[in-house]
């Protein structure tokens, strides 16, 4: 940390020479862009026309693959969201797409996609939904339906059950891990290494038979 904060002083110190290290970082490592103006939203709300940036960031999802929009607020990014979903949908990236949002915004969140995409197939989750006698049907419903989209809250994703299966196959996988790492740190006799993923996989191992209860 204090070879970081002493780069970063020396870096600011000099206007100069700041000026041309960020020249030099932009046009060898920050000079990827995306133009979305080739592309064409079947569908659409025709009534809603998308502005340039939101073009190029709907491009960039679609060929970059994870994305962050780091617009500023009210630069679109519901609608950036929204199009780029139904477009990696209709191209065939994707079936089945789940937008995780605050628990607050589901019902905002599935009116903003019906603005731009009126036709679209929705599901989206009620407080009601994620009950005890409810959730088993809700989940039912996101499996056995063709939506669009499937609008969920934070908390209410949270309630959503892991297969015992799946949360076997996690575990085993992290604990192979840690075994490939004791086993390096054992022949490089790094025995506080040893140690400590020792005690990581001892833990992990806990926690999956404490889940499988």
Same mark, same amino acid.
């Given at each position: 940390?204090?070879?970081?904060?002493?780069?970063?002083?020396?870096?600011?110190?000099?206007?100069?020479?700041?000026?041309?290290?960020?020249?030099?970082?932009?046009?060898?490592?920050?000079?990827?862009?995306?133009?979305?103006?080739?592309?064409?939203?079947?569908?659409?709300?025709?009534?809603?026309?998308?502005?340039?940036?939101?073009?190029?960031?709907?491009?960039?999802?679609?060929?970059?693959?994870?994305?962050?929009?780091?617009?500023?607020?009210?630069?679109?990014?519901?609608?950036?969201?929204?199009?780029?979903?139904?477009?990696?949908?209709?191209?065939?990236?994707?079936?089945?797409?789940?937008?995780?949002?605050?628990?607050?915004?589901?019902?905002?969140?599935?009116?903003?996609?019906?603005?731009?995409?009126?036709?679209?197939?929705?599901?989206?989750?009620?407080? #009601?939904?994620?009950?005890?006698? =409810?959730?088993?049907?809700?989940? *039912? %419903?996101?499996? @056995?339906?063709? /939506?669009?989209?499937?609008?969920?809250?934070?908390?209410?994703?949270?309630?959503?059950?892991?297969?015992?299966?799946?949360?076997?196959?996690?575990?085993? #996988?992290?604990?192979?891990?840690? =075994?490939?790492?004791?086993?390096? *740190? %054992?022949?490089? @006799?790094?025995? /506080?290494?040893?140690?400590?993923?020792?005690?990581?996989?001892?833990?992990?191992?806990?926690?999956?038979?404490?889940?499988?209860?």
């Amino acid at each position: 940390n204090n070879i970081c904060d002493a780069f970063r002083q020396w870096l600011f110190k000099d206007a100069d020479r700041s000026e041309d290290i960020m020249a030099y970082y932009n046009r060898h490592f920050n000079n990827i862009r995306h133009d979305g103006s080739y592309l064409t939203f079947h569908g659409m709300n025709p009534a809603i026309e998308l502005k340039k940036h939101q073009r190029d960031a709907i491009a960039r999802i679609l060929l970059g693959g994870n994305t962050l929009l780091a617009h500023a607020v009210g630069a679109g990014k519901t609608f950036e969201m929204v199009a780029s979903l139904m477009e990696s949908k209709r191209i065939g990236l994707s079936q089945k797409a789940m937008i995780v949002v605050p628990n607050h915004l589901t019902e905002q969140f599935g009116q903003e996609f019906l603005r731009l995409y009126p036709s679209a197939k929705l599901l989206v989750a009620t407080k #009601n939904d994620m009950k005890d006698e =409810k959730r088993v049907e809700f989940c *039912a %419903k996101i499996a @056995s339906n063709t /939506w669009d989209a499937v609008i969920i809250g934070t908390s209410q994703l949270e309630r959503i059950p892991v297969s015992l299966e799946r949360q076997e196959n996690f575990f085993n #996988n992290q604990i192979e891990i840690l =075994k490939s790492a004791i086993k390096s *740190a %054992k022949e490089s @006799s790094d025995r /506080w290494t040893v140690k400590q993923l020792a005690s990581m996989q001892k833990q992990l191992e806990k926690s999956f038979f404490k889940n499988a209860k």
